[in-house]
């Protein structure tokens, strides 16, 4: 398992409008991609906008990091002025809490 951060830290306008975008257009994009397990996206305390990729292997999670490099230039260069900072390694631990079936 291969996950990747992208933490773009100078954001203009409105988080409503980079929530809905996001919500609407990235995270079907992004799913699509061979290996795509999980997404998740949020605004950090510090203010950044940081989304979180996990994928079957690196070969997905590079693409990834492709994929929203050329969407988010062409749908929010004017939110996201900047390059995010980008961190990505192979997975050696975790856990996924499976939800108990109701009786």
Do not use: C
């Not at 994009?29 to 305390?45: E, V």
């Not at 929203?68 to 980008?86: D, H, N």
């Amino acid at each position: 398992m291969h996950l990747t951060i992208r933490k773009y830290r100078k954001i203009e306008g409105d988080r409503k409008q980079i929530e809905e975008i996001v919500n609407r257009e990235f995270v079907p994009l992004i799913s699509k991609i061979d290996g795509f397990n999980d997404f998740y996206a949020f605004f950090a305390d510090d203010g950044s906008l940081t989304s979180v990729s996990v994928f079957r292997d690196a070969s997905g999670a590079e693409e990834s990091v492709r994929t929203a490099a050329r969407w988010v230039e062409q749908k929010l260069a004017k939110l996201l002025p900047e390059k995010p900072e980008v961190i990505s390694g192979e997975v050696f631990g975790h856990r996924h809490l499976e939800q108990k079936k109701a009786a």
